[in-house]
């Protein structure tokens, strides 16, 4: 996760997260990514049913019923192991986590407990008599995909109106004073509404954007020849970071990130130096401490089945499941292998990555996508967009 306009625009400081030690427990939300300790963020996908079809889901949702789903009892184990662990993040993903029965009273355990709880959901359920109940809860945000402008979205999600029912949906929260923000994956079938994501986001004062490059899991394996080339990546980041500082010069203070692509940091970094920034040696040092990525050691994944997972795309490997063993003893388990590795992948890391001047603060980026693409997961992410010169072995 790179923030853009954190990290451009300077609305935060190497100082910030310093003041707090970087700790995960003491760090508010937006610093959390600045974290020294890495408690593991976790998203639990709490069911696999979706009333949507979307092309790129990681979980091969559908709308219908599946069995095997953890039960209240279950979850409610799993919040208390998480809150003790000190992890500071759960996330409510699915399918679509609304069709969860018992989701606000397992939000709400969680947020007891001193977790931020947070949603990831396309929206469309997002009642208005919904959105009030999140908000006694207590959540801290809720992330809302949008995946393109009106006739984008509907055909990428598979049903007509899913648009016009999410932004009611992020109306509902607005008025309800819950924090939300647009998940947007980006790809050659979406990003040439980029522009027009960016014009929502002022139109309806939208607090957040998240734009995510596109992992080769689930469906989104489906994907990996409509996903962007080096050279069209390299122009998308441009769009985002000029649009970003567009609002930031003109006081618009919408928070923007890309995320799932740690190449973006040493992009963005290399961009201010050509630029002259005075601040590129701060921003590296923020890129330094947010370490690149996380699998497997600062963002965790547990199934609707209980299996526990690197992260969210990871599901064709299971490191145990918390319905035997809670997440905890899991997660800290270094006893299989890959799980070891994946605590100190830098040291595994092959290829033009190994050699990379910028691998402490990328961490050889998505090991998900190397291994879709090669077969070798300690290969080199094929996204990575960064020239042999600018990483210094050219």
């Given at each position: 996760?790179?923030?853009?306009?954190?990290?451009?625009?300077?609305?935060?400081?190497?100082?910030?997260?310093?003041?707090?030690?970087?700790?995960?427990?003491?760090?508010?939300?937006h610093?959390l990514?600045?974290?020294?300790?890495?408690?593991?963020?976790?998203?639990?996908?709490?069911?696999q049913?979706?009333?949507?079809?979307?092309?790129?889901?990681?979980?091969?949702?559908?709308?219908?019923?599946?069995?095997?789903?953890?039960?209240?009892?279950?979850?409610?184990?799993?919040?208390?192991?998480?809150?003790r662990?000190?992890?500071?993040?759960?996330?409510?993903?699915?399918?679509?986590?609304?069709?969860?029965?018992?989701?606000?009273?397992?939000?709400?355990l969680?947020?007891?407990?001193?977790?931020?709880?947070?949603?990831?959901?396309?929206?469309?359920?997002?009642?208005a008599?919904?959105a009030?109940?999140?908000?006694?809860i207590?959540?801290?945000?809720?992330?809302?995909?949008?995946?393109?402008?009106?006739?984008?979205?509907d055909?990428?999600?598979?049903?007509?109106?899913?648009?016009?029912?999410?932004?009611?949906?992020?109306?509902?929260?607005?008025?309800?004073?819950?924090?939300?923000?647009?998940?947007?994956?980006?790809?050659?079938?979406?990003?040439?509404?980029?522009?027009?994501?960016?014009?929502?986001?002022?139109?309806?004062?939208?607090?957040?954007?998240?734009?995510?490059h596109?992992?080769?899991?689930?469906?989104?394996?489906?994907?990996?020849?409509e996903?962007?080339?080096?050279?069209?990546?390299?122009?998308?980041?441009?769009?985002?970071?000029d649009?970003?500082?567009?609002?930031?010069?003109r006081?618009?203070?919408?928070?923007?990130?890309?995320?799932?692509?740690?190449?973006?940091?040493?992009?963005?970094?290399?961009?201010?130096?050509?630029?002259?920034?005075?601040?590129?040696?701060?921003?590296m040092?923020?890129?330094?401490?947010?370490?690149?990525?996380?699998?497997?050691?600062?963002?965790?994944?547990?199934?609707?089945?209980?299996?526990?997972?690197?992260?969210?795309?990871?599901?064709?490997?299971s490191?145990?499941?918390?319905?035997?063993?809670p997440?905890?003893?899991?997660?800290?388990?270094?006893?299989?292998?890959?799980?070891?590795?994946?605590?100190?992948?830098?040291?595994?890391?092959?290829?033009?990555?190994?050699?990379?001047r910028?691998?402490?603060?990328c961490?050889?980026?998505?090991?998900?996508?190397?291994?879709?693409?090669?077969?070798?997961?300690?290969?080199?992410?094929?996204?990575?967009?960064?020239t042999?010169?600018?990483?210094?072995?050219?």
């Open positions: 996760m790179i923030g853009i306009s954190k990290l451009y625009c300077g609305t935060v400081e190497a100082s910030d997260p310093l003041r707090y030690g970087r700790h995960s427990g003491k760090l508010p939300s610093l990514q600045f974290s020294e300790d890495k408690k593991p963020v976790v998203v639990w996908n709490v069911g049913r979706c009333n949507l079809k979307c092309v790129h889901c990681y979980s091969h949702s559908q709308n219908r019923g599946y069995t095997g789903e953890m039960s209240s009892e279950e979850g409610r184990a799993l919040i208390q192991d998480l809150a662990f000190g992890s500071p993040v759960i996330l409510f993903s699915g399918g679509e986590p609304l069709l969860r029965k018992d989701l606000c009273d397992l939000a709400q969680a947020t007891d407990l001193g977790m931020r709880a947070v949603i990831s959901t396309n929206g469309t359920l997002l009642t008599g919904m009030r109940k999140l908000k006694r207590g959540l801290s945000y809720v992330g809302v995909s949008l995946d393109g402008m009106e006739e984008t979205n055909r990428f999600r598979g049903v007509k109106g899913a648009f016009q029912a999410a932004l009611q949906g992020i109306g509902n929260c607005q008025e309800a004073g819950i924090k939300v923000g647009l998940r947007f994956t980006i790809n050659r079938r979406n990003a040439q509404d980029i522009p027009g994501i960016f014009d929502l986001l002022e139109r309806e004062n939208i607090p957040r954007v998240c734009f995510y596109l992992v080769y899991a689930g469906r989104g394996s489906e994907l990996i020849r996903d962007l080339d080096h050279g069209e990546t390299r122009k998308v980041v441009d769009l985002i970071i649009r970003t500082r567009d609002l930031h010069d006081n618009k203070k919408m928070e923007v990130l890309t995320v799932d692509n740690h190449a973006d940091g040493p992009y963005l970094y290399l961009r201010m130096m050509r630029e002259g920034s005075p601040r590129s040696a701060e921003v040092e923020l890129l330094r401490m947010n370490e690149g990525n996380s699998s497997g050691v600062g963002i965790g994944c547990v199934s609707w089945d209980g299996s526990v997972h690197a992260d969210q795309f990871w599901r064709h490997y490191f145990g499941n918390v319905r035997q063993r997440f905890s003893q899991v997660w800290m388990d270094v006893s299989n292998p890959l799980m070891a590795r994946l605590k100190e992948k830098k040291k595994h890391i092959t290829g033009r990555c190994a050699s990379c910028f691998l402490d603060v961490a050889g980026n998505f090991r998900v996508r190397a291994e879709a693409v090669t077969g070798d997961l300690w290969a080199p992410d094929p996204a990575c967009y960064l042999d010169e600018e990483i210094g072995i050219g």
